[in-house]
């Protein structure tokens, strides 16, 4: 385990950080065991605050509403969206097998899997 002062402080109460995922410009993705649950989930977070870029703000919330419009196995549910003491986050099914470019392969496959302008 991690130490969850990377969580937001009401996100303590519920989750136990794993492991980052992933680190970057945008935010921090983390695994996390849901206690009341039992589940394992993926708290992805902002990398500013409320105050921070109305695009980035405008971002993050149209990847949340384009996750629960979407239903396939292959694409994580999304359980929650919010903001916790100026951090907003989304709270995501942990699906197992690596990430997008783990699953993507070489370099032919990736080129089938960028979205279309």
């Known amino acids: 385990m991690i130490e969850s002062n990377l ?28 206690r009341p649950l039992q589940r394992r989930v993926v708290l992805k977070l902002s990398s500013g605050g409320v105050q921070q870029d109305a695009e980035v703000n405008a971002r993050f919330i149209r990847e949340a509403q384009l996750l629960v419009s979407l239903s396939d196995p292959r694409i994580m549910r999304i359980f929650d969206v919010g903001e916790d003491r100026g951090q907003r986050y989304l709270l995501l099914e942990h699906l197992e097998g690596g990430t997008i470019e783990d699953r993507a392969g070489d370099g032919a496959q990736r080129r089938r899997c960028r979205p279309h302008a």
């Open 7 to 34: 969580l937001p402080p009401d996100m303590r109460e519920r989750l136990d950080p794993i492991e980052v995922i992933s680190r970057g410009s945008g935010g921090i993705v983390i695994l996390c065991l849901d």
